[in-house]
C-alpha cells in the first residue's frame, strides 16, 4: 500500500511501504470509490465501520450477503460496500430487498438506508416488512434530517430543532423509531449512536445472525446541516452530547424511548424475541395444505 | 379461459416465477390465479403493500435471478411509474401486465379503455426505451406472453402487456401447447468470471449480459447515471454514452420489433390502423365497407411500442386515408400522424372508454375517409 | 527490511492514509490513550490530518479506526504488526 503514510516512526518503526499493512475495512469496501461523499464529522462512515466489524465477525459468506440503499446520504452506503449490492429509488429499499430476499432465500438481505427514506417516503413498506417478519436486517442512520437535499425537516426532527423548512423551528411531533419497529413486529430492535462504536459493531452482529425482522438505529450526526443550523458544533461536539446524554436500558420499553431535541437519549437493545419469519410461515402453512406434493420453496438453493 | 387466466398461464409458460402485485379491477385475476398455481409449481407469489411496493419488489427479485412480472390497472401503473424508469435505466428485464380500465384517477373500474398507451411510453421521466404489446383475445394473452417476457430478456427493457378489460375478462378457448413447443428466451448470463465482468459493457447490440446477486460478481446497480461498472458517474459524457446505448438498443432494432398483422392491405386505399381489444371491432366494420365496394385494409399493431412507423410510411405513400379507432381520446393516432407526416389524411375515432365502438362508428368515419 | 525495535512502552501504533482524512478529530478526541493530535501540515484538500504525538500511550487498540468515518486512520498492534511482518517475510522468502 504505497499510498499509506505511515506515522509510526515516532515509536521507532520503520515501515516500507511494503510493510504497512492495510487498514482492515478496505476489503469490505469498494476502494477505489474512497474518499466517499460523506462531509467532514458525518457519522454514516463510522456506522459502516462497526458494521464491518459486524459483518468481519458474523462469519457470512460475503458473496451470499446483499447490501439494499435507497437515496440520499446514508443511501450511498451500498455503492461503497464490496457486496452486491443495490442503490434503488427513494423510499423503496425495503421492498426490493423483500424481492431479492424472497427470489434467493439463500441470501442475506441488509437494507442500509437513511430516516427520511425509510421512515417518510418509504414508511408505509417498513410497516409491512415489518409486520411480515420479512428477513431482512434494516439499518437506519438517523441524523434527523434530510442531508443529501440541504437539511429539511424529516419525520425524526425534534420539535424544537431548526430546519430550512421549518425556518422558524419544527412544530411537529417526530417518529420514535424503535417503537415503530416494535409495535410492527421486528424481531430485534436496538438503538445506539456512534458514539457507541462498540456497542453498534455488536448490534450489527448481532443483527446479522438473527433470522427475521431485525431494526437497528443508528444516530449520526449531520454537522453540515443540522448541527451548524442548530448551533450544536460540530461532528465531535454531537458525539460528546451522544456521550454525555445517553442511558443504557437494555429491555426498556420502547415506548419510553423517543427523542426530543439535544435531550436525553435512551440507548440499548430494546427487542430481541422469536417469530416465525414470512417465508418459514409459508412453507409450513402449505406444507400442512398440500402435503408430500409441496416442494419447501428456498429449501434448496435456487440454481437458475 | 379469461384472458387474465390465459395471461397468467402464459407468463408461467414463458419461465416466470416470480410476482408481486397489488389487487386492482380488471387485473386481479391474473394474481390469483398465478397465487393458486405457483406453490406446487415452485415459485414465489406476494402481495404487496401497494403498487409502488410491487414494482420494485419484482425488480429485486429478478436481480436476484428471476423471471418476474406485475400485474396492474391505470391508478397502480401510474404509481409504478417510477419504478418504470429505474428498471430502464438498471436494465432490469421485467414485464408489466396492464388491464386497461376508463380513466382518468379512478375512473371506470370495470370498465374498459386503452388510454394508457401513451403513459406507458412516456410516463416516467427523462429519455428511455419500452416495447408494448397489445393482445386481442385470450389464446393471444397466452401467446403473446411469452413474446413478451423473451423480448424482455432479449433486450432488457420493461416490457408492457396493454390488455383492457375486455380482453381480460373474455372467456374464449385457449390452445396451450406441449411446453417443448414454446419457445423460451433465457436470461443472457455472462461467462466471464467476476473480475473481468463489467454490469454495463455491452458489445454491438448494445445489451449488457447479466449476472444475479449471490454469484461472488460483487455488483453494484444504481438508478444513478452510471458507467460500465455500474458505479455512479454523474458526468455529460457518461450519460451521453449510457443514454445512446439504453435508447439505441430498441431503436437501432426497431425494424425488427415490427409485429403487425395487415388484411387487405394490397388493394387498399383505406387503413384502419388499430390495436388490442378495438382490432376486433374494427373487422365488421371493415367487412361492412368491402361489401359497400370500399376498397379498405386493416393493420393490426401487435407491438404498439416502438410504434411501427415505417410499415405507416410505406402505406402513406399510396393510401387516401388511415382511420384510427382506439379507446381513448386520440392517443396512438399522434404516432399515425407524425408516421404520415401529412402525406396523406388521418381519421382518428376516439372512444372515451366504457365500453368497446360500435362498428358503425368505425364504419362512418371509413366512409367519412372515402369522400 | 528494517528492523522492528518498538519504544519501551509502545504497545501499538496507528496508520494514516492522509489524502482521505477530512479532519474531522473524532480519532483525537475519541482516543482512549490521547495519543494522537492534529497536524501542522495539511492535505491536498486542506485539512490536518492526524499523527501519533505520544506514540509509547498508544495501545493500538484501534478506536480510531473505528471512529474514523473516512477509513483514513486505523491503530494496530505491535505484536499483531509483527506477526504480520514475519508472514509476509516468509512469504517473500517463499516468492
Known sequence: MSNESCVADACNIELTPDLAMENPV????????????????CGIGTTVNCFVRGLEESGLDLNNVAIVSGIGCTGRVAGYMNLDSFHTTHGRPIPFATGLKLANPKLKVVVYSGDGDLFAIGGNHFFHAARRNMDLMVVCVNNHTYGMTGGQVAPTTPRGATVSTMPFGNFEDSFNLPFIADACGAVYVARWTVYHVKQLARAMKEGLAKKGFVFIEAMAPCPTLYSRRNKLGDG????????????????????????????????????????????????????????????RYGGNHVKD | MDG??????????????????????????????????????????????????????????????????????GPGLSLMMEHIGYAAITETPCVFVDVQRGGPSTGLPTLPAQADMMQVRWGSHGDYEIIALSPNSPQECFDL?????????????????????????????????????IEVMERRWTSKPPGEYKPYAADDDMVPEMVKAGDGYRIHITGLTHDERGYPAMNPPTQKRMMERLLGKIRN????????RGEHLEDAEIVVVSFGITSRVSGPAIEEARKQGLKVGHLRMVIAWPFPASVIQQLALRVKAFVVPELNMGQMVLEVERAVAGKTRVISVPHPGGTVHEPQEILTKILEAAR | ????????????????????????????????????????????????????TRPEDCSGCDLCGVYCPDFAIFGVRLKDLEKRIQAQRAEDKAA
Open chain 2, 4 to 73: 387474465d387466466h390465459a395471461a397468467c398461464e402464459g407468463a408461467l409458460a414463458a419461465g416466470c416465477r416470480f410476482v408481486a402485485g397489488y389487487p386492482i379491477t380488471p387485473s386481479t385475476e391474473v394474481v390469483e390465479r398465478f397465487a393458486q398455481r405457483i406453490p406446487l409449481i415452485g415459485g414465489m407469489f406476494i402481495q404487496m403493500e401497494d403498487e409502488i411496493a410491487s414494482s420494485i419488489a419484482i425488480l429485486g427479485a429478478a436481480w436476484a435471478g428471476k423471471k418476474v412480472m406485475t400485474v396492474t390497472s
Open chain 1, 26 to 41: 478496505m476489503p469490505f469496501l469498494r476502494k477505489e470509490r474512497i474518499p466517499h461523499i460523506w462531509c467532514p464529522g
Open chain 2, 253 to 260: 432494432n426497431r425494424e425488427k420489433l415490427i409485429d403487425v
Open chain 3, 1 to 52: 527490511m528494517a528492523a522492528v525495535t518498538p519504544a519501551k512502552q509502545a504497545r501499538g501504533t496507528v496508520f494514516v492514509r492522509t489524502e482521505v482524512c477530512k479532519g474531522c478529530s473524532y480519532c483525537i478526541d475519541f482516543c482512549p490513550s490521547k495519543c494522537i493530535e492534529f497536524s501542522k501540515d495539511f492535505n491536498a484538500k486542506g485539512y490536518h490530518f492526524p499523527v501519533l
Open chain 2, 145 to 181: 406472453m411469452i413474446k413478451a417476457f423473451n423480448l424482455a430478456e432479449e433486450y432488457r427493457v420493461p416490457v408492457f402487456f396493454m390488455m383492457d378489460e375486455v380482453v381480460g375478462h373474455m372467456t374464449e378457448r385457449v390452445v396451450i401447447p406441449e411446453a417443448s413447443a
Open chain 1, 236 to 295: 465531535v461536539e454531537q458525539l460528546k452530547y451522544f456521550k454525555e446524554k445517553s442511558v443504557v436500558k437494555h429491555g426498556a420499553s420502547t415506548k419510553d424511548v423517543g427523542l426530543t431535541f439535544q435531550g436525553e437519549i435512551v440507548v440499548g437493545k430494546f427487542v430481541d424475541r422469536e417469530r416465525q419469519t414470512w417465508l418459514d410461515s409459508m412453507n409450513e402453512h402449505f406444507t400442512g395444505y398440500f402435503g408430500d406434493k409441496y416442494q
